[in-house]
């Protein structure tokens, strides 16, 4: 006689999926993948995706370093800091970003990366001369071309170079927005600069004329040129003037009044010092002229540089930046002086005598359209 545990079963063997018996419900669907995280009425709900998208890096995620926590490659990447509201143009670089040392790497690599970029600029010019046979007749001439306008060309390209690399250096090294070196709003601030131009490049001509008439018979222009080249080559060098000096002499002030007193002004506690040193700076880089040459341009140099903080932005000085050396080359380009090696640094003692006066001229009274205008002068 068999025994009743010997007999088949009528009903179904139970599925390797179904819950065990007993008072648990059975549920119907498919079965949990085996990959699941396993499942625990103690375990926190999990975090909804806009929830870790915006959270900060090194927080600490519900779930530990289990199933709750995203993975390291899905976090935003970390991107450039601004300075606390209410900074000053000068402050802009102290964001917290790089250290208590990290402005030193910042100048020593955009300083040597524009020494770079002046010199593949230069040796290019040099070889573009040489395939030409294009160089000057004379062996020992500075120039790269004996065609002045091309010459030109090489040296305005020679410091334009440095706005995208001391750019670079905010924006990569520095870890701030690139804009900020423009003003405390974080770029150009166009209506600004228009209103600056209205101001600056009539008062520039104003200026020059008066030194030309009170040097006229000391030195009268076009004297040492070669005369009026003719109006082909004239108007090409115009072309090119146009074209290139705006960025050349911004790039000296994105340089000397922006980017050098913003990384100084990481470790100064007021603008002066950086004001200063830049100042110094910026008349050194000119060369070693005349005495009364060096002192316009310091002179200069410092009410500029004063200018800038006082309005938050480089947009004043590069509008008389850019009208001094518009009509300076223009002028050489008139009376054949192209190929002149003077600078700045030449100038005689009349030219400091009316950069006393000018110079204040033009900045007190942007500081005061300033004003009235509501530009700012620290960071929103």
């Known amino acids: 006689m068999s025994h009743p545990s010997d007999q088949p079963s009528s009903s179904p063997s139970p599925s390797p999926w179904s819950p065990p018996s007993g008072d648990a419900p059975r549920t119907d669907g498919p079965p949990p993948s085996p990959w699941a995280p396993p499942s625990s009425a103690a375990e926190p709900p999990h975090p909804p995706a806009a929830a870790w998208q915006t959270g900060q890096a090194g927080q600490a995620w519900p779930g530990g370093q289990g199933w709750d926590r995203p993975p390291e490659w899905s976090r935003p990447p970390t ?35 524009v020494v770079a970029g002046v010199l593949v600029v230069s040796i290019g010019g040099f070889v573009l001369a040489e395939l030409l046979d294009a160089g000057p007749t004379d062996p020992d001439s500075d120039l790269f071309f004996e065609d002045p306008v091309a010459d030109l060309v090489v040296q305005l390209l020679g410091i334009a170079i440095a706005i995208p690399v001391v750019l670079w250096g905010a924006r990569v090294i520095g870890r701030r927005p690139a804009g900020t070196v423009s003003s405390v709003v974080g770029r150009l601030r166009w209506g600004w600069l228009a209103r600056c131009a209205a101001v600056g490049f009539p008062l520039m001509v104003v200026q020059i004329g008066v030194l030309i008439a009170w040097t006229w018979n000391d030195e009268p222009v076009g004297e040492s040129g070669t005369g009026f080249p003719g109006w082909s080559v004239f108007l090409l060098s115009l072309a090119v003037i146009l074209a290139l000096v705006p960025f050349q002499a911004a790039a000296e002030e994105y340089v000397f009044r922006g980017w050098l007193v913003q990384v100084i002004g990481r470790v100064a506690r007021t ?83 009316a950069e006393l006066v000018f110079a204040p001229l033009y900045c007190l009274t942007v500081a005061r359209i300033a004003d009235r205008r509501g530009i700012e002068r620290v960071s929103p």
Do not use: C, K
């Open 271 to 353: 603008p002066w010092p950086a004001v200063a040193v830049a100042s110094l700076l910026f008349a050194l880089a000119h060369g070693f002229g005349e005495l009364s040459g060096f002192l316009l341009l310091l002179y200069s140099a410092l009410w500029w540089g004063w200018l800038v903080i006082r309005t938050g932005g480089l947009e004043a000085v590069i509008v008389m930046h850019v009208a001094n050396n518009l009509l300076a080359f223009g002028l050489a380009a008139g009376f054949g002086e192209l190929a002149a090696t003077e600078t700045a640094a030449d100038a005689p003692w009349q030219a400091m005598v």
């Open 79 to 113: 991107g450039p800091e601004r300075a606390p509201s209410g900074s000053r143009y000068d402050e802009q670089g102290r964001n917290g970003r790089g250290g208590r040392f990290g402005w030193i790497g910042e100048l020593s690599a955009v300083v040597g990366l």
